[in-house]
T-cell receptor, first 114, second 111 residues
Framework: GAGVSQSPRYKVTKRGQDVALRCDPI?????LYWYRQALGQGPEFLTY????????KSGLPNDRFSAERPEGSISTLTIQRTEQRDSAMYRC????????????FGSGTRLTVV | RKEVEQDPGPFNVPEGATVAFNCTYS??????FFWYRQDCRKEPKLLMS???SGNEDGRFTAQLNRASQYISLLIRDSKLSDSATYLC????????????FGSGTRLSIRP
């Protein structure tokens, strides 16, 4: 697509439920990144992929968080058994492999766990 | 120590002033550097890449100091529309390296 698309834009879920956040990167962008951003803070790295391979997942807070990108395009970030502390803006970005042109972000998914 | 550090500000300067802020990084193997701009409740957007020799884009100048491991952003003749948070971004040496964002520096331009 023309830009990075994330869905849903807003998600309110009850504590303990699982949620799946979707990211559709710019066509041709082989690198895809997931970040979490709290108000007044910079984006906090979670994980990233080159093609379908997860290169680094060191930023995932715990084993309730997982991500996949099975066909090297759309990616899903899944949070199991959500907790209130998971509430944040979740941002996805994509780039060409070298990243030389920078990274393009989607509008994000605002997750609220109640 | 954080991998990428920025002065959070806020920097509050009058319109037309020149303002500069720095960002320090801890990994000496870092190879790619960028400045991003983020408006309130919006996604970060690329402002400019930072090249080894320094580079300019209109009123904006970016510099890289590898010896001291910092990058800087200078904004000349600041406009009200420059009010935003400026994020420093650092990446390692390969395509397998993650990209790290600083916490951002808030800039507010007053009339």
């Amino acid at each position: 697509g023309a830009g990075v698309s994330q869905s849903p834009r807003y998600k309110v879920t009850k504590r303990g439920q699982d949620v799946a956040l979707r990211c559709d990167p710019i066509s041709g962008h082989v690198s895809l990144y997931w970040y979490r951003q709290a108000l007044g803070q910079g984006p906090e790295f979670l994980t990233y992929f080159n093609y379908e391979a997860q290169q680094d997942k060191s930023g995932l807070p715990n084993d309730r968080f997982s991500a996949e990108r099975p066909e090297g395009s759309i990616s899903t970030l899944t949070i199991q058994r959500t907790e209130q502390r998971d509430s944040a803006m979740y941002r996805c970005a994509s780039s060409v492999l070298t990243g030389k042109d920078g990274y393009t972000f989607g509008s994000g998914t605002r997750l609220t766990v109640v | 120590r954080k991998e990428v550090e920025q002065d959070p500000g806020p920097f509050n300067v009058p319109e037309g002033a020149t303002v500069a802020f720095n960002c320090t990084y801890s990994n000496s193997a870092s190879q790619s550097f960028f400045w991003y701009r983020q408006d309130c409740r919006k996604e970060p957007k690329l402002l400019m890449s930072v090249y080894s020799s320094g580079n300019e884009d209109g009123r904006f100048t970016a510099q890289l100091n590898r010896a001291s491991q910092y990058i800087s952003l200078l904004i000349r003749d600041s406009k009200l529309s420059d009010s935003a948070t400026y994020l420093c971004v650092v990446r390692g040496y390969s395509s397998a390296s993650k990209i790290i964002f600083g916490s951002g520096t808030r800039l507010s331009i007053r009339p």
